[in-house]
């Protein structure tokens, strides 16, 4: 990906990501969607089944099909400045966008979870049925206690390999044990399971192209042996918000986070490196690829 150099002066637009993890024979492994490389954001790049939160998320129509109370997961997400509708929309917004770039569904029926969803349903909902009206009709209930709040990010003025803003809330979640994930070769051309190290390594090798909050995610990821050790990590704690602060050093991008000393914010929020420099065409530590799992 090329690096972006204009500054976008327009509000970030509210998103909702899932890191859908589980235990491969090599240890933790995470769900990649690689992006068509038409797509408008991110177009060949390696992300989580995500995207921006539509109206339609919070609808009557989504919102009576969730397990939890929008008053209940505005408190999971622990954002006072949205409101109980808005934070719902968050959760609704992960659940659809998973469903459509990945083919999987948190969901229930009758208050029970359950395993498979109807081979159509994907389809359907790629075709253009409202997310509402095919939950209605498949009596199903998102299983929102699935998703796990993990991190924010809010996308800095002068985005480093986008040309557009977000504001976008990252849910951890294990991966339905009994579904397989199905791209629609649309959106999505390809999903890939790795290892954040081997990911990472990938990406480091131009196998791959990443996003810096991939990036960073995947190195905070690389420290947990199993899904359940990095879920249980979430669950005890406030999500972090993360707003990287660039800015250029004798013609080259270097990107902080809270916790550098060139940021903002003096308090690191992830156990990972606080600042990643653009060389090849690869955001890298300073100190080295091995710097990812020093933490």
Known sequence: MELNQATIDTPPRDAASIVMIRDGAAGLEVLLVRRHVQTAVLGGACVFP????DADDSSPAVQARLDRTPAELHARLAEPDLSPGQAAACFAAAAREAFE????????????E???????????LRAGEPFGALLARLNLTLDTDALVPWSRW??????????????TRFFLAA???EQVATHD?????????RTPRAALEQYR????????PQIISLAHLARFASAEAALADARGRRPPLIQPEPYDENGTRVLTYPGDPRHSVRERALPCPTRLRYHDKRFLPEQGFEAFFAF
Request: glycine share 6%; charged share 25%; with cysteine.
């Open 154 to 167: 809010i996308t800095p003025r002068q985005p480093s390999v986008m040309n557009k803003r977000f504001d």
């Open 114 to 124: 359950v395993a498979t969803v109807d081979a159509d349903a994907c389809a359907s």
């Open 175 to 177: 991966a339905p044990p």
């Open 185 to 193: 070769d649309h959106e999505v051309t390809e999903l890939l399971w």
């Open 50 to 53: 995500g995207g921006k939160v």
């Open 101 to 112: 770039e990945a083919g999987v569904l948190y969901m229930q029926v009758d208050g029970q």
């Open 205 to 212: 090798d131009h196998v791959i192209d990443l996003a810096p």
